[in-house]
């Protein structure tokens, strides 16, 4: 039996539990005794190459020595545990010593690291998991068939856990989890080799959403493949200090630190489970930046009204991928630091918030390349299109102008695979496909000077947008910031109005004065309605620059009938007819006010 068919067939088993209900709690239930069984198995490795190993777990709760089937009289493997017992042993024993580990002060002259660290880290992963299993005799059906079918000492069971993860991926997404999807390893293997955190550098990589690990794996074998002969252990032991990922939730988190142990991180301490978003804009510092971000925020998700109270003004938003890419732009990323990014079509056409984040990307970084992938790359998870966006944190400017590090952003439309109409479980996206991306991709220390454009890839000069936009929106604004010193005029003469009757009883005195401050009220309230025609008037010119859903001009335009195509489309459309009407609205209460202010006079 398979690796995959042995997952579902505790799944299976699960089910005639009575303790257990539905996927959340199967998974869950899998999950942390997936843990114990691939730790026990580490562990046999790390005892091997050090005699001065001791595990962090006492003796009787080692799946060794509790859970493992061994040869009983006759020789046949038995359960160590009568089904009667394991229920309570798990629940009064287990379970309360490693929620409650104590972790011990180190000493360099006794302990070993690696052990000592790690008691933080299975404390960690129990803080939040549970037993939901009732039965005894099923509990130990799900334990032989984990011992029957895993054995991480083999290469190609390790080889395929990433499928035992897809699998269990896509039933924590049937279990209700929004958000919560696998990344293709193609898009993860892509994204991790052209960011290149280079290990000679010791350059730090973060995944502040790190879901399950697939990103960090992706940089952990992207890392050891720059290992050579002459590599020392000092190389080797540094790419475990130069991986960081955190997760909010207890699930992806506990997976995550199953896989890092998978990949020989042994103390994944490195994996944070706590909410990225949830810690204050203000706590962040120069020490929680890192070289390179590869990441794939959960979109489409809302964190609650506790979290994000003390973002920007600006940039207070509630959608999860939004404040993740504010927070990366501004607290995470290093300058010169590097960055790849998945995000939805929804963030490039986005407007309001999503303007003004655009906005701070193409000022602070330098936003060079944005992949567009087709439908289908995160089937059957989610049918959204999505993009990967590449960008690097640009050195600070302290000139007081408004400064963009952006000045031409290239396209590339990554086509489907000859014969394919979209992807799916069967037909997923394969990092071959990437092959034309990585030989046109070029460097970007020259600025990419050897990208050309073709098929499928385009460039827009940024620059000359923003400067054409900026031409034609500055008369506006110029104009509207006239009015409001106009306006600001008025106020003032308006308080002095004020001023000088204060004490005076004579009423007709006082209304002669009220009289000519509502002359002036009328006037100032006018002027400021006209000033905020025309910042509307040059918005209307300026802020379309930052719409980054570009079409391959090189493509010949195909009729789509695809209903989520045609859909977006009809909403564009009608956003537009929306958009003109406001605008003719807004223009002819400019021109109306002016026809009438000038009759007033």
């Known amino acids: 039996m398979n690796l995959s068919s042995t997952i579902k067939s505790i799944q299976d088993i699960m089910r005639k539990d009575d303790g257990v209900d539905g996927d959340a709690q199967r998974l869950g239930q899998l999950t942390w005794m997936l843990f114990l069984k691939v730790f026990d198995q580490r562990e046999e490795e790390w005892e091997d190459d050090d005699a001065s190993y001791k595990s962090p777990l006492p003796e009787a709760l080692r799946w060794r020595n509790w859970a493992a089937y061994v040869p009983g009289v006759d020789g046949k493997k038995a359960p160590q545990k009568a089904a009667s017992d394991i229920i309570g042993f798990v629940n009064n024993q287990l379970f309360p010593a490693l929620k409650e580990l104590e972790i011990p002060v180190f000493d360099a002259e006794k302990d070993n690291a690696t052990s000592v660290a790690l008691y933080k880290v299975i404390r960690g992963v129990f803080e939040d998991a549970n037993n939901y299993m009732k039965s005894g005799t099923q509990l130990l059906a799900v334990i032989e068939k984990l011992e029957d079918a895993i054995n991480f000492h083999d290469f190609k069971t390790r080889a395929n856990i990433g499928d035992v993860y897809e699998q269990l991926l896509n039933d924590l997404r049937g279990a209700g989890n929004a958000g919560e999807f696998y990344t293709p390893r193609a898009i993860t293997a892509f994204m991790a080799d052209r960011v290149n955190p280079r290990l000679d ?36 032991r540094a790419i475990e200090a130069l991986i960081h990922g955190i997760e909010k939730k207890q699930l992806p988190h506990l997976l995550c630190t199953t896989n890092m142990l998978l990949h020989g991180i042994d103390v994944p301490s490195q994996i944070e489970h706590k909410n990225t978003l949830g810690k204050g804009w203000n706590e962040w510092n120069n020490n929680d930046k890192v070289d390179c971000i590869i990441t794939n925020p959960p979109f489409g998700g809302y964190e609650d009204d506790t979290v994000g109270g003390d973002y920007p003004t600006d940039l207070k938003t509630r959608e999860t991928a939004d404040m993740f890419m504010a927070l990366i732009i501004k607290k995470l990323l290093k300058e010169n630091g590097r960055a790849a990014v998945v995000l939805p079509d929804g963030f490039l056409f986005g407007d309001g918030i999503k303007g003004t984040l655009k906005k701070l990307l193409l000022q602070e970084c330098n936003l060079h390349t944005i992949i567009r992938l087709p439908k289908g790359v995160f089937a059957p998870y989610t049918t959204i299109k999505t993009n990967l966006l590449f960008f690097t944190k640009g050195a600070r400017v302290d000139d007081g102008s408004e400064h963009f590090h952006t000045d031409t952003i290239w396209f590339y439309e990554h086509p489907y695979p000859a014969g394919y109409k979209s992807y799916s479980k069967t037909k997923p996206i394969r990092l071959e496909e990437f092959k034309p991306e990585q030989d046109w991709w070029g460097d970007e220390s020259d600025d990419f000077a050897s990208r050309e454009e073709n098929e499928f890839a385009w460039k827009v000069d940024f620059k000359s947008k923003r400067e054409q936009a900026e031409a034609a929106a500055a008369p506006h604004w110029a104009n509207a910031e006239s009015l409001n010193n106009q306006a600001s005029i008025l106020d003032n003469r308006i308080r002095d109005l004020r001023d000088s009757i204060k004490g005076v009883s004579d009423k007709s005195q006082r209304q002669s004065v009220e009289d000519d401050i509502e002359v002036l009220k009328t006037e100032s309230e006018g002027l400021r309605l006209k ?71």
């Not at 001009?553 to 009809?570: A, F, G, T, V």
């Not at 537009?576 to 609205?585: A, F, G, S």
């Open 201 to 236: 550098k010791r350059e730090t990589v973060m995944d502040p959403a790190c879901g399950t690990g697939g990103f960090l794996t992706a940089a952990i074998d992207h890392l050891r493949n720059q290992l050579t002969t002459k590599s020392g252990a000092e190389d080797k």
């Open 531 to 601: 000033a905020r025609d025309a910042q509307a008037a040059g918005d209307r010119l300026y802020w379309p620059i930052f719409n980054l859903d570009e079409s391959n001009p090189n493509k010949p335009q195909e009729e789509s009938h695809d209903p989520d195509e045609l859909l977006i489309k009809y909403k564009k459309l009608l956003g537009e007819i929306e958009e003109t009407e406001n605008q003719l609205k807004s223009e002819l209460a400019s021109a109306l006010s002016h026809h009438f202010s000038d009759e007033e006079a």
